[in-house]
């Protein structure tokens, strides 16, 4: 099959690679229907994070399942699924307890590179989720993005307490902040700030239900939302970007007894305690528990009550993956679309 393969910081090539193979009776092989450019992705990319030689990449996916092992009972051949990033067996107490990211078999599918014609899934019964049909080719991107940056998203926002009528900041305008508009209103929000320099960006999280766009950061974002909120703070923030400057404007954003939801991987992220202490802000956040959300997040999708594929506006074949990573590098692209 053919893969897409990091050699260094910027250096992306489509090659081929050896068929994914049952290992265990708990996998699954999925057929691609569609995959995706990450904004994580970017930290290796870019040479911010460190790979140990070539490298597959991509952990985003929706497919159709070509073969499973005799253990796996949920799922047929022909059934089209979408998984999280962390294959997890969704039966261990974390799992039950809707942290089937931190599940206490969990595997990374990353490892396996998804942005690839065909890949192996572990614990597959846990991991995937069936759409009652095969869906039609226009849903494609909206059930791809269940895949991760939706249920990023979907996370944040619960992490930080939106609840029906509350105030929120979203924090970073990427595919992940944007979807945590999204969400936010979904989930009942009166009013949502959006943080965003950009005009494509800024007029996609309007779509999605933001009432209020910020240009400004740091300290004078901050005071902008202050500004809005009377003085007071927003309830809820939505940390989607995973700097220090980003987590220090979102904790300073929210209001004393808010919350703060964060999603952004920390690169260079630090918090003095003291600080922490007299904020009186809650913080949650974590690798997304993208499994406990997808049977909702399909749903709404299915009866297209949400189309979050909106968040994709470069569409390209998988052999071009190279220009898929750099247009999202230089912020020609908000999130590229790969179609195997």
Known sequence: MRGAVLYAPGDIRVEDRDDPKIVEPTDAIIRMSATCVCGSDLWEYRGISEIDGPTPMGHEYCGIVEEIGEDVTTLRPGQFVIGSFIASDNTCPHCVAGYQSACMRRQPVGREGAQAEALRVALADGTLVATPEVPDDDMLPSLLAASDVLGTGWYAAVAAGVRPGCTVAVVGDGAVGLLGVLASSQLGAERIIAMSRHEPRQRLAREFGATDIVTERGDEGVQRIKDLTG????????????TGEAMSQALHSARAGGGVGVVGVPHGVSIEGRELFRSMVRVQGGPAPVRRFLPDLIDRIWQRRIDPGKVFDLDLPLGEAAE?????????????LLRP
């Open 231 to 242: 003085g007071v703070g927003a309830d809820a923030v939505l940390e989607c970007v995973g």
């Open 324 to 336: 898929g990573y750099a247009a999202m590098d230089e912020r020609r692209a908000i999130k590229t």
